[in-house]
C-alpha cells in the first residue's frame, strides 16, 4: 500500500505526500516482511506510519 502511495503521490504531484512515503518506506528497507520479530512494536504503531496516517485523514476532510 506504501508503494502505492508513493506512486499515486507522483503521479498526482503530490510532493509532500511523496516525500513522506518515500521517508516510511525507507525506514522499513531493513524490515523482512516474512519473519516479523515478535519483540518489536508493530510497524502500524510506528511514528512515521501514524503521521501519514493522520494527514490522510486530513487530506480526506478538505474541501474539494
Known amino acids: 500500500m506504501l508503494t502505492a502511495g508513493l506512486r499515486l503521490s507522483?503521479?498526482?504531484?503530490?510532493n509532500a505526500w511523496y516525500?513522506?512515503?518515500?521517508?516510511?518506506?525507507?525506514n522499513l528497507g531493513g524490515c523482512?516482511?516474512?519473519?516479523?520479530?515478535r519483540a518489536t512494536p508493530?510497524?502500524?504503531n510506528a511514528p512515521a506510519?501514524?503521521?501519514v496516517?493522520?494527514?490522510l485523514r486530513e487530506y480526506a476532510?478538505?474541501?474539494n
Open 19 to 26: 516525500f513522506r512515503f518515500e521517508r516510511v518506506l525507507e
Open 61 to 63: 476532510l478538505l474541501p
Open 42 to 44: 508493530s510497524v502500524q
Open 32 to 37: 523482512d516482511p516474512h519473519e516479523p520479530d
Open 53 to 55: 496516517a493522520v494527514g
Open 10 to 14: 507522483e503521479t498526482h504531484r503530490l
Open 49 to 51: 506510519v501514524e503521521e
